[in-house]
T-cell receptor, first 111, second 113 residues
Framework: GIQVEQSPPDLILQEGANSTLRCNFSDSVNNLQWFHQNPWGQLINLFYIPSGTKQNGRLSATTVATERYSLLYISSSQTTDSGVYFCAVVGGASGTYKYIFGTGTRLKVLA | EAGVTQFPSHSVIEKGQTVTLRCDPI?????LYWYRRVMGKEIKFLLHFVKESKQDESGMPNNRFLAERTGGTYSTLKVQPAELEDSGVYFCASSQQLTGELFFGEGSRLTVL
């Protein structure tokens, strides 16, 4: 099945700093999503981005499907950005319809 | 429009007891998924329903876990008998299309003592 790797595994930032999170996947995919798991455990949809670039406020994401990676950019980070960021992909040669999650990037933003 | 709802939000049971988790997907979403996160690790796939049919149950850990989706609406996930290693957060998600955008519920935290 598809392997999904995220980097870095852990990240500590000062408030106001920018960061880039990476998601690599081992096969072609039909779709890719980024999620933020907040400190209360909720999984919040950030981007649904099988290819191209999208922006939403201070966050943006780019997926280069042909090179099998996606990037999540966080600008001017705030303490509320803390939590775990997951990417999840669906598809691949096997034709599976289940989203496979990466191992996550744990982000802590310090005031 | 209501999102994905899960009940209970937290359940504490003794080893050997039974627990049933419920998920109500977004109205009109034929695809319903169960995932779990154990010990703060990866989010692992359990199974996928399309309407009332099990499309993929390759992630179900063993026969102590039973998922149903009668009538193609809400789903239940029963763990019987529960073991210590079943503790974790069980998430339900739904999507309108097979590989469409996935929406998650808030999760059901299961603690087995």
């Amino acid at each position: 099945g598809i392997q999904v790797e995220q980097s870095p595994p852990d990240l500590i930032l000062q408030e106001g700093a920018n960061s880039t999170l990476r998601c690599n996947f081992s096969d072609s995919v039909n779709n890719l999503q980024w999620f933020h798991q907040n400190p209360w455990g909720q999984l919040i949809n950030l981007f649904y981005i099988p290819s191209g670039t999208k922006q939403n406020g201070r966050l943006s994401a780019t997926t280069v499907a042909t090179e099998r990676y996606s990037l999540l950019y966080i600008s001017s980070s705030q303490t509320t950005d803390s939590g775990v960021y997951f990417c999840a992909v669906v598809g691949g040669a096997s034709g599976t319809y289940k989203y496979i999650f990466g191992t996550g990037t744990r982000l802590k933003v310090l005031a | 429009e209501a999102g994905v709802t899960q009940f209970p939000s937290h359940s504490v049971i003794e080893k050997g007891q039974t627990v049933t988790l419920r998920c109500d997907p977004i109205s009109g979403h034929d695809n319903l998924y169960w995932y779990r996160r154990v010990m703060g690790k990866e989010i692992k796939f359990l199974l996928h329903f399309v309407k009332e049919s099990k499309q993929d149950e390759s992630g179900m850990p063993n026969n102590r876990f039973l998922a149903e989706r009668t009538g193609g609406t809400y789903s239940t996930l029963k763990v019987q008998p529960a073991e210590l290693e079943d503790s974790g957060v069980y998430f339900c998600a739904s999507s309108q299309q097979l590989t469409g955008e996935l929406f998650f519920g808030e999760g059901s935290r299961l603690t087995v003592l």
